[in-house]
């Protein structure tokens, strides 16, 4: 099985990834994809992607476009697409997307803003298309 690395250079990106075993103390900025399986304690600004694996452990504030979560997450997390517990996640803090999908076994304490189309702090990365009104009929 090819690593996340590998994998994101075939589509032609980069996926930047902490490994296992590895700690981070500070703040991320990334336009790319992010892996995360070690710990990170600082804020995660993301233009992308973010998985957190079963080993991943964050503290702080994450902006991005989506997330996947299997680890331990202390964090308010805003995210434009759509915030995905797994079955192995345990997230405290608050959340706004405009999707959450949460599979049984998770666990999340803190409270839920969902809006369709946008996330309360982060900017659409495309807009909705909003339906024309039709001409009534006399």
Do not use: W
């Amino acid at each position: 099985m090819n690593r996340p690395e590998e994998m994101g250079a075939m589509n032609g990106t980069r996926v930047n990834t902490i490994a296992a075993g590895t700690s981070l103390v500070g703040n991320i900025e990334a336009t790319s994809d992010c892996r995360i399986d070690g710990t990170i304690k600082g804020n995660i600004n993301c233009k992308s992607k973010i998985i957190i694996g079963q080993s991943g452990v964050v503290e702080g504030d994450i902006n991005c476009d989506g997330i996947e979560i299997e680890g331990r997450v202390k964090a308010n997390i805003n995210a434009v697409d759509i915030i995905s517990l797994r079955s192995t996640a345990v997230l405290a803090g608050d959340i706004a997307s405009s999707k959450l999908a949460i599979e049984p076994g998770a666990t999340f304490v803190g409270n839920c803003k969902i809006q369709n189309g946008k996330a309360a702090g982060v900017q659409p990365t495309h807009t909705p298309t909003q339906p024309q009104p039709q001409p009534q009929q006399k």
